[in-house]
């Protein structure tokens, strides 16, 4: 499947996030700068690159921050330089074997998870070290990877914070793994508490605590942090309700975004000299960050210290004591919504790098919606003409009844509208749809929020969304089914609080379950995914629902645009079906059951294009896509399948649509052309593809005899038009009941050849559904385990009355996606 990165964290928010984490400061909008000793770098995050000053960049005079290695690099050269190494010294060369040179330094960077520990680069003098250099932003803390050798492959450390003490790595690298049954641990990182007792102590040795390692974990009371550790995560203790007692040890230099919000019983102590407890609330050292303020502080009042410049994400979460904060003119940056659930809280804001207007947070430039206050109360919010609604700005904000996205936006963060449960959204921006009450983004791929109040009993998924956003039903427990429909990606926090959902069933097509997905869902009972569904930690964290694990692939009936579903097929079966056979509208501008054949909004050739070319990516490299259409498209479908195929991978063989043997009923129109032949094209995925032979029927005077023969040029014997219709009449008493169907004779040699026995086969344009009669009968025949989908439109109620009754007239083992 595809990168896991990406699925889990908001792209565009991570790199803005990584730029204040870093101490990047917006000097303009979209022009962040940061100085140090001798350089400076400039980061134009619109266009999407950095001047790094007087650092050498061969072959370029900027890097692009385009991808996630480039933000490693960028977040590399920035360590450097914050370790005292002068910016003549560090040299930039993406097209060498290293990607940064610095003095005795030579660093390769990776995208997280990527690193390959065997890519190595000979090194001829033991002057220098081979540094193999990952990193990422989680939760307001960088992570970071690292595994340096010499000029003698002798291996230091892996898993370092810093690059140039070198005695830090043999004094780390020999450590024997440490074990705990209570603790998931990684080398000295504990991954998550799995124990049972409410006193948590976390082994000698450990340097790292993960983020959300203790996330929403109900049963600790206590948790001991030895010296050893040098780093807490972000969110880590999130929600841990029964937690009282914590002390933060002495060597703890790295913490993240408020690693202790929602626990409501907290008592923090300190002994850190990098961070310091101040009227119950924690900073760092410098009083430039505010981390946390305890929700047990019965003050209602607060105010921010005069030198503090970041206010970190959640920082005030559900302390619902406070009624006035004052911020001072020192405020640069507030992190994701940082008073969120403050029911009665107001703000004296003196910062200029905020505005308060209605209860919303905006940016100094006004393009920005940053949060709002949960008092806000309105029956309807007129946005300013802001570009972009940060995450998490209007949870909980049940007092929020209508809200106008201007004609300006062009993006929402996500979690944006989680607890609005009484929200309506009027859109005139064209980023964004809303239907019936539901907000998309503009093609509808994406529903990003789902209110509370309409979401009530059985909901249905639109045929286009193939991604449910973070927090999308969040709350909506009102809400006792879903059908997913499409839907491949299911967001983190997705169904969180849907209390009335009881049962979850995830086709085939979902390849991705997010962190607290289901969580606290109080009756979910049984959630069935595919076993290859990549499931995010934390999925079903405080949800009793047996999750089920199908150990084989289904067969399917999906009534959808095909489109839609190609589109969400991309993950889950990429590179996996052996066997594609379509029956593609012909472009005959006549209108006959179950198609509109012409008039199509771009084109014939476009809507072809783009579904030939979907399908493409799905075969596996011994899968052919085979096409049946007739003389008036096979020039035209032929080229376009040359463009997506190669020509020499594409070849075209004929049909014999008319033979007297077969044709005892045909109707004969005396004044329509006899047409002898259609065309079959056949397109293999690799140049060494190899067909299976097929069994070619013929007659030996009266008897219909079969004998095993490669694929023809002529397809002759395999049953005709007015055959398949005699098909048709026999499962539906009517031969009248589909137009234009195939014999299933020929539908199952084209599956003979294209498959092995355990291949999945795919229709997109299904119709009559002889290609699932065609599988069965196969699978029949010599045993296989042949899977099949079959996709096909509602138009004339096609899918329902024709393409899943016959299927369901000839097999039991078929599942029905509406």
Known sequence: MGNIADLRIARDMKYTALYWNLRFYEIEENLFVKEYPNNKITIYAEKQYADLGKITVVNGDRLNLDSHKSFVILECIDKLLNMGYKPSEIIIDLDNEYDIYCKNLYIKCYEWNHMDKNDDVKINTNSFLSIRYESRLVSGVIERRTLIKDFSNSVYKYGVFELNQKE??????????????????????????????????????????????????????EVSIPDSVISIGGDTFYNCKNLKKINISKNVKYMGNNPFAGCPLLNLTNESPYFKIIDGALMNDELDTLIYYPINNINKEYTVLPTIKIIGKHTFFICDNLELIHLPKSILKMENNPFSGCSKLKLDNKSLNYHIIDDVIYDKFKTSVCGSLNSIDTDCLNLLPVKKINRNCFWNCKGLRKIILPNTLEDIGYNPFVGCTNIQFESKTPYYKVVNGVLYNKNMSKLICYPGKLAVGDIYIPDSVTKLERGAFSGCNKMTSINLHNVSVISKTCFTNCDSLEKVYCSDLVNYIGEWAFAHCNNLKEVSVYKDCFIDNNAFINTNAKLVKRDSRSNYVIESDNLFTLKSMQEAYKGKIDSILIDPPYNSHIDYIGYKDGNYEEGYYNFMYERLNLANNLLSDNGYLVINIDEGEVKGLTNLSKDIFGKSNVMVSKWKKLHPKFDINRDVNPNKKKVLYEYIILCKKNKNSILNNIMQPYFDGDKLKEKESSWPKI?????????????????????????????????????????????????????????????????????????????????????????LKRMNMITTNIDFID
């Open 715 to 803: 397809w002759d014997c395999f049953g005709t038009t007015s055959s398949a219709k005699d098909e048709i009449a026999k499962l539906f008493g009517d031969r009248k009941a589909f137009s234009t169907p195939k014999p299933v004779k020929l539908i199952k040699e084209f599956v003979r050849a294209t498959t092995n026995k355990d291949s999945i086969v795919l229709d997109f344009f299904a119709g009559s559904g002889t290609v699932g009669q065609a599988v069965v009968e196969l699978n029949k025949e010599d045993n296989g385990n042949r899977k099949v989908i079959l996709i096909s439109n509602n138009e004339s109620n096609i899918c329902r009355n024709i393409t």
């Open 168 to 221: 830090d790595y043999y004094n780390i690298y020999n450590k024997e793994d440490i074990k705990s049954n209570d603790f998931i641990i990684d080398g000295d990182r504990v991954i998550k508490y799995i124990g049972t007792n409410p006193i948590a102590i976390i082994p000698n040795g450990i340097t790292e605590i993960a983020s959300c390692a203790f996330w929403d974990n109900q049963i600790i009371e």
